[in-house]
């Protein structure tokens, strides 16, 4: 796999929540971070997602908003 985006994060899928339309699928990634994708179900279908199943995180955004609680 060749990408443009240099935002490439592996992970395990930890954990999925099947909606009507969409799955929400939770990522561990290595140190313990996690990272939260939502899906269609047909692509967490085509995808065989499951949980155990290592994956990619690919961020692509042409924005980062940066907040804080002050």
Avoid: W, Y
């Avoid at 290592?54 to 924005?63: D, Q, R, T």
């Amino acid at each position: 796999m060749k990408l443009s985006s240099r935002n490439v994060l592996k992970g395990t899928v930890k954990h999925m929540a099947h909606g009507q339309v969409n799955v929400e699928v939770t990522l561990e990634l290595p140190g313990g971070q996690e990272i939260v994708s939502v899906v269609t179900r047909a692509s967490a279908e085509r995808m065989e997602l499951a949980e155990g199943r290592e994956v990619f995180a690919i961020i692509k955004a042409s924005n980062v908003i940066l907040g804080t609680d002050e």
